[in-house]
C-alpha cells in the first residue's frame, strides 16, 4: 500500500514547487489527508502550544473525565459501547467571533497562546486552500469566498486529551465519521497515537510526527469539487498507555454561505450528476443527528430537499 503523505512545504518555494503541488493533488484525491512539515508555524512555539495544553488537562480535566469513567462504570465495560467517546474536550471558538474570554479555567498564558496559535493556524488553511484551488484550476481566492458568508468563515479548535483506556477495543477514542466542514488542521501528539483513517475499506494509521500539523478535508469540499475530493472516514482508537492530545482546529464556511458544486469544475466535465446546493448551518444540523453514519445518506437528503423545492416552484409558478 502507497505511504501516507507528507508534504514539504518549504519545497513550494523552489524547483520542486511542481512536484509538491501534484503530491498535493494526489493527497486530495486519494487519501483526503496529508501531512505537511515545514509549514511555517515556528516548531518552539508549538512545544510551548502542546505544553500548556497538557498543563491545562492535568490541572482542569484529567479530573473530571476520571470522574465520569467513575459514575458510568465504563472500567467494567462488557460490551462494545456506541453511544460514547474516550475523549476529554472542549472548544475554542475564533471566528466569526471568539469565546476564549467565556472558556472557563483558561489561564492568561494559554489564552493568549492559543490565540496567536489560532491566528497562524487561520493563515496556513487559507494558504491550503488556495493551493487546492490552483490544483483544481479554480481562481486563486474561490473557496476562501465561497466560504465567507456575510461575516467571515467559521474557525475554533477542540482540544482534545485521550487519556489511556482499558477496553480500546470496546470503547473508540472517537467513532469513525467524516468532518463535516472545510479544511481540518490538526495538531496531535507525537508520541501517543491513535489516528486511523479509513482507505480501501483498511483502516491505515496516520503517523504521529513531531511538529507537523495534519490535514484533512470536509464534507463541503466534497460538495464544491463535485466528488473530485472527498471527505474520509477517521476515528481515534484510545490507548491502553500514555494520554493522546489532539487540536483540531476547523475552517468551516459561514454559517449563511451557499454551498454548491464550484461551476467551473462542472462545466468543464459536462456532469449531470451534481453534488446539492445548501446553506452550511442547515448542513450542520442534520449533520450533528448523524455524524458516526456514512455521509452519503446526507447529500441525497439534501438533494431531495432541493428536488421538492423545485417542484414547489414549478407548482406554484
Ligand atoms: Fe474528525
Partial sequence: MATFPVINMEKLNGEGRAATMEMIKDACENWGFFEVVNHGIAPEFMDTVEKLTKEHYRKCMEQRFKEMVAKKGLEAVQSEINDLDWESTFFLRHLPVSN???????????????KE??????????????????????????????????KGPNFGTKVSNYPPCPKPD????????????????????????????????????????????VVNLGDQLEVITNGKYKSVMHRVIAQTDGTRMSLASFYNPASDAVIYPAPALVEKEQTRDLYPKFLFEDYMKHYLGVKFQAKEPRFEAFKNMENTADLGQVATA
Fill in 100 to 114: 476564549m474570554s467565556q472558556v472557563p479555567d483558561l489561564e492568561a498564558e494559554y489564552r493568549r497562546v492559543m
Fill in 170 to 213: 470496546l470503547i473508540k477514542g472517537l467513532r469513525a465519521h467524516t468532518d463535516a466542514g472545510g479544511i481540518v488542521l490538526l495538531f496531535q501528539d507525537d508520541k501517543v497515537s491513535g489516528l486511523q483513517l479509513l482507505k480501501d475499506g483498511q483502516w491505515v494509521d496516520v503517523p504521529p510526527m513531531r511538529h507537523s500539523i
Fill in 117 to 150: 496559535f489560532a491566528a497562524q493556524l487561520e493563515k496556513l488553511a487559507e494558504q491550503l486552500l488556495d493551493l487546492l484551488c490552483e490544483n483544481l484550476g479554480l481562481e486563486k481566492g474561490y473557496l476562501k469566498k465561497v466560504f465567507y458568508g456575510s
